[in-house]
């Protein structure tokens, strides 16, 4: 299973993307600004979307992509995603007024789009991967995702604060790469929690709940740009100044578009 970054910005400036994930060539989790990065031959592969949740930053290039592939399609395609996410794209954005509403826009026997309810916990198996969608806690309904091919676990915690029961079930699972949000510095901690993003000292208290003996690569994600170097900073901080304190050390690294995985 390959997993491609195409964007995992916090925000946009240059050389900065949002969130959008390329897994194998057919399945894409979120669609923020990085699925531009995508050749039209790219796009005309994917069969599935998975949006975490509603917010700008994870959805934006869906309605763009659709219409850029619309006349070589053959088929709908399929976006999955939570009953709430649905709705408000529906309602915001494929409402005709912002943008066509592609599950209708020909016919309704023949939509360009096809929506598909989720809900945590349930398992999926698009293109021969197994997802599971995790719980996240943010500030509109959201969730995180744990794809596999049956050889570890690569998870995306989605847009999430302080999350126990994502935590008992990553602890349950073959993880081989974890992929986890921290939006804010230390310094913007108070507007971390309001909005419901981690900073790096709350992620340092998510990261005890990994359960002993389970070691995996950790990469940081949806970073502001403005932020990045002191989010980075106050992380390699905490995990090397506790080794001998209550924390146990991790491999974490700062996840940068571009970079490709095989798992």
């Known amino acids: 299973m390959k997993v491609r970054v195409l964007g995992c910005s916090g925000a946009i400036s240059r050389d900065c993307r949002?969130?959008?994930f390329l897994i194998d060539d057919d399945l894409?989790?979120?669609a923020g600004t990085g699925l531009g990065n995508l050749t039209l031959d790219k796009m005309r592969g994917i069969e599935h979307v998975l949006l975490t949740h509603s917010h700008l930053d994870h959805v934006l290039a869906l309605p763009l992509m659709v219409d850029a592939v619309a006349s070589w399609r053959t088929t709908p395609l399929q976006i999955h995603a939570l009953p709430d996410t649905i709705f408000a794209l529906k309602?915001?954005?494929?409402?005709?007024?912002?943008?066509?509403?592609?599950?209708?826009l020909l016919a309704p026997e023949a939509p360009l789009v096809r929506f598909h309810e989720i809900q945590v916990g349930q398992t999926l198996q698009l293109g021969g991967k197994l997802v599971e969608v995790?719980?996240?806690v943010h500030s509109v309904p959201a969730v995180g995702y744990a794809v596999t091919t049956g050889h570890g676990c690569w998870v995306f915690t989605g847009d999430t604060e302080r999350n126990p029961a994502f935590w008992d079930r990553l602890n349950q699972l073959n993880v081989a790469m974890l992929v986890i949000e921290t939006a804010f510095s230390n310094r913007e901690k108070d507007l971390a929690q309001l909005s419901l993003h981690l900073s790096p000292q709350v992620l340092a208290d998510e990261l005890d709940c990994i359960a002993p003996g389970n070691s995996y690569p950790i990469y940081i994600t949806h970073t502001k740009p403005a932020e990045t170097e002191s989010i980075m900073n106050e992380i390699q901080h905490f995990d090397q100044a506790l080794v001998n304190g209550p924390h146990v050390t991790h491999?974490?690294?700062?996840?940068?578009?571009?970079?490709?995985?095989?798992l």
Not at 91 to 104: G, K, L, Y
Not at 251 to 261: H, K, M, P, S
């Open 91 to 104: 309602a915001h954005i494929f409402n005709d007024v912002i943008w066509p509403d592609f599950a209708r």
């Open 251 to 262: 491999d974490i690294r700062w996840l940068r578009a571009g970079q490709e995985f095989e």
């Open 18 to 20: 949002t969130t959008s």
């Open 28 to 30: 894409l989790i979120d």
């Open 134 to 136: 995790l719980p996240a």
